[in-house]
């Protein structure tokens, strides 16, 4: 499974930024999918999810502020991020659980990453 991550970039405090990401391959079936963030210095963190039924979860800090949303028929998660802080630039990596079309266990896979900078 390949996830292409997309939408990143340099934005000012208070701006926007949609992310995507493509998941493509094998793909039998798609369970949760999220996007994840690290800034340098910090670990990993989850930043939003959301389950193949539409469920979803968000880090206290981006509530009100960010949507994650899916298209399961495109197998695509995006994160629409408004009113964007300085505290929020990192490098934001996508994830899914899938399962592969000859595989009956689901795996995690990651997008490659894309910047996220927000100035002051």
């Known amino acids: 499974v390949q996830l292409q991550a997309s939408g990143g970039g340099l934005v000012q405090a208070g701006g926007s930024l949609r992310l995507s990401c493509a998941a493509s391959?094998?793909?039998?079936?798609?369970?949760?999918m999220g996007w994840y963030r690290q800034a340098p210095g910090n670990e990993r963190e989850l930043v939003a999810a959301?389950?193949?039924?539409?469920?979803?979860k968000y880090a206290d800090s981006v509530k009100g502020r960010f949507t994650i949303s899916r298209d399961n028929a495109k197998n695509t998660v995006y994160l629409q991020m408004n009113n964007l802080r300085p505290e929020d630039t990192a490098v934001y990596y996508c994830?899914?659980?899938?399962?592969?079309?000859?595989?009956?266990?689901?795996?995690?896979?990651w997008g490659q990453g894309t910047q996220v900078t927000v100035s002051s």
């Open positions: 959301i389950s193949s039924g539409g469920s979803t």
């Open positions: 391959g094998s793909i039998f079936k798609i369970n949760d």
């Open positions: 994830n899914a659980e899938a399962r592969l079309v000859y595989s009956g266990t689901y795996y995690p896979y």
